[in-house]
């Protein structure tokens, strides 16, 4: 019984400290006002004054702000919108990988899936600032197409939302792959065989029961790529230009440019509670996922 | 019905079926037996239209299906491992074929619902198959294959994962299906006593070709060769020479210093002609004296007693060394058994008992 009890206190009393408590500390920010002193804002819970004067001071006048500035909900909502593009694109191209793999003979695959998780080894912001080389006016990809003569002026891609888009597909390619590879090589060969049987064209065959039984996959994997890239700040400030607005990039600035501290903890606190939506959608999925196995 | 003509299959190097024929009948019940690797499933999947044969062309009522795909054959499966969609309820799965011949829904159901009291699954058309017990996934299996009403069913090993006595129930129940259907149904197995109980001609295969075809009956007391003989069933081999004394009748000599044996055989021996006599186990006589009528008799030990319920088999050692096995039925109580361990025996069989076979 105890040792079962320490087993369970281990993780919880980690995500207390690691993620409840600076939770708490930024919200704690988010509720004070500005002020030219270090850290930059006042402090909100004085003990010498007690509880009650505590809670008679908070205000909320940070998250008011950022309903009244428009600045704050387009960047959410173009966040989104970034996310939920860059998502579908990756499914799009990551779906195919992972199936090419599911099928691929036996002795390929720890090398495809070796090759898929190779470009962790490297520095993350080191492979964005390789992208930043590729996509430059004067970078790998123009040089190429001049070379082939596909284009007499150099595409004007680095510091555009499609270059956000590139990197972001780039990076998270792997964690939509993977847990769609995983869904695909459990899939039993002899049910795409028994519905062409059963009267179906290959196609069909595939939209009837490959895509139903690798469903648990893709929607991890839209969440694994989708939760992250909606939060993102390293792709948009290296690959975005100043048209790319995304919320990471805002909290960024309100934090260091502006040093805003409590109006960039409200912007936090906000994302986070954004992001509670699809991370209990995504856990609810795994669940049900454990749940049919069973 | 069918007709494999001259089938040869090659998967790169290795040639799974040598220049096969073979006809299957409408409305039979036929039974494709060998080891696992003897190409049974390729043919099986060559029916199915999962694989096209390297040389030589398949018929089905007449028509050449090679180069016809598997969703347009009239030709249905039932997969070893059933292969039922997870996603979808047992009475989806049933529909599955239907649908796709995109027939109205009104006909689809009534289809579904003669399917499932057929199979007796009633119960369980809302449940999904991982909710039922491998018995009844192996009913949906064959429910699913059956609803579209082929000409022709393939079953691959289609009671492998049941356990023997459930195995033996459906057995029953399979055959019963294939006369109220009138299908023609094509099995492939491993065991012999399944192929032997369902079907009413059996292809023996190894290594790619056809050994025998025949009844049950007919593999069993007439086997054409010794690997059939050993393959089905029990059997003692005893290699010799033929000498023809006339009347179909030959003297088999088979060891230094003992009396030939005596055998019949329709098919002709010349004289010094390698061969082996099979005869079945329960086909010999063990008896404690000497008979005195039986065409052919040896002396020997009992070396072990195998003890099954209903029979009991003796391995009965004869002082040349060779092991001859015989069976008797148990008509009485273990503790009046007259032959136990270490006692001298004769074995006795008739002259038509055994198989007298060239290789």
Redesign the interface.
């Known amino acids: 019984m105890m040792r079962r009890f320490t087993l369970i206190a281990v993780p919880y009393l980690w995500l207390l400290l690691l993620f409840l408590v600076p939770f708490v500390i930024v919200l704690k920010i988010s509720l004070s006002d500005t002020a030219l002193s270090i850290p930059p804002y006042t402090p909100v819970l004085d003990w010498a004054e007690g509880i009650r004067a505590f809670f008679s001071q908070l205000d909320f006048e940070n998250f008011v702000w950022l309903t009244q500035d428009d600045l704050y909900w387009k960047a959410y909502l173009s966040s989104f919108s970034i996310a939920l593009v860059s998502t579908l694109l990756t499914l799009l191209i990551g779906y195919p990988i992972a199936y090419g793999m599911a099928r691929a003979p036996e002795e390929w695959r720890p090398t495809l899936m070796m090759l898929i998780i190779l470009p962790f080894w490297t520095s993350f912001l080191i492979r964005v600032y390789a992208w930043m080389g590729i996509l430059s006016n004067e970078g790998f990809l123009n040089q190429f197409l001049l070379w082939l003569g596909l284009i007499d002026t150099p595409l004007t891609i680095l510091n555009t939302n499609t270059a956000v888009y590139i990197g972001i597909v780039y990076t998270y390619l792997p964690f939509m792959i993977l847990p769609i590879y995983a869904a695909l090589d459990r899939l ?1 060969g ?2 795409i ?9 290959r196609l ?1 065959a595939f939209w ?2 490959v895509i ?2 690798s ?1 648990n996959g893709i929607v991890a994997g839209c969440f694994l790529v989708f939760i992250p890239a909606l939060g993102e700040f390293v792709i948009p400030s290296l690959l975005g230009g100043s048209g790319t607005l995304m919320i990471g990039k805002v909290l960024w600035e309100e934090f260091f440019s502006n040093r805003d501290w409590p109006v960039a903890s409200a912007v936090a606190v906000v994302l986070l509670l954004i992001l509670v939506v699809p991370i209990v959608l995504f856990q609810r999925n795994q669940q049900k996922q454990a749940e ?1 196995e069973q | 019905m069918i007709r494999f003509q001259n089938v040869t299959k090659r998967f790169g190097e290795f040639t799974a079926i040598h220049d096969l024929s073979l006809d299957i009948f409408e409305k039979e019940f036929f039974a494709l037996l060998g080891p696992s690797g003897c190409g049974k499933t390729t043919m099986m999947r060559m029916l ?3 694989e096209t044969p390297t040389e030589g062309r398949i018929e089905l009522a007449g028509q050449d299906i090679g180069p016809v ?3 347009k054959r009239a ?3 039932m ?3 059933y ?5 979808l309820s047992i009475w989806d799965n049933i529909a ?2 239907l649908r ?2 995109k027939l109205p829904k009104d006909q689809i159901a009534a289809r579904v619902e003669e399917m499932l009291k057929l199979t007796r699954l009633e119960k369980f058309a809302r449940r999904k198959p ?1 909710q039922i017990s491998g018995g009844q996934r192996q009913r949906v299996a064959l429910a ?2 059956l609803a ?1 009403a082929p000409k022709l069913l393939l079953l691959d090993e289609p009671l492998g994962a049941l356990d023997k006595k459930l195995r033996q129930d459906t057995q029953f129940e399979l055959m019963d299906i294939q006369e109220t259907t009138g299908t023609t149904f094509v099995i492939v197995t491993h065991d012999q006593e399944e192929a032997m109980t369902v079907a009413s001609r059996v292809a023996v295969m190894d290594e790619g070709r056809l050994m025998q075809v025949a009844t049950p009956a007919r593999i069993y007391e007439t086997p054409d060769s010794v690997y059939v003989a050993d393959f089905i069933g029990d059997v003692n081999i005893i290699q010799g020479t033929a000498k023809p004394i006339g009347d179909d009748r030959f003297h088999v000599s088979w060891n230094e210093g003992q009396p030939p044996l005596t055998a019949t055989s329709a098919k002709p021996f010349s004289d010094g002609q390698t061969c082996h006599l099979a005869i079945r186990p329960e086909k010999v006589t063990i008896t404690t004296d000497k008979p005195d009528t039986a065409d052919n008799a040896v002396q020997g030990k009992v070396h072990d007693i195998a003890y099954l319920g209903n029979l009991s088999t003796y391995h009965v050692a004869l002082p040349c060394g060779t092991m001859i096995k015989a069976q008797t039925a148990n008509t009485r109580r273990l503790s009046r058994r007259q032959i136990t361990w270490e006692d001298p025996v004769w074995l006795s069989w008739t002259a038509t008992a055994g198989v007298l076979l060239a290789e």
């Not at chain 1, 065989?193 to 064209?201: F, V």
């Not at chain 2, 292969?83 to 996603?87: E, V, Y």
């Open positions: 039993d002899s049910l065989e028994a519905a062409e049987d059963l009267g179906c064209s069909l009837l029961v139903p039984l469903r049919a | 199915g239209g999962f795909p598997p969703n030709v249905n499966m997969f070893q491992s292969a039922l969609f997870p996603h599955f074929g796709r011949d991982h699913r294959s579209k």
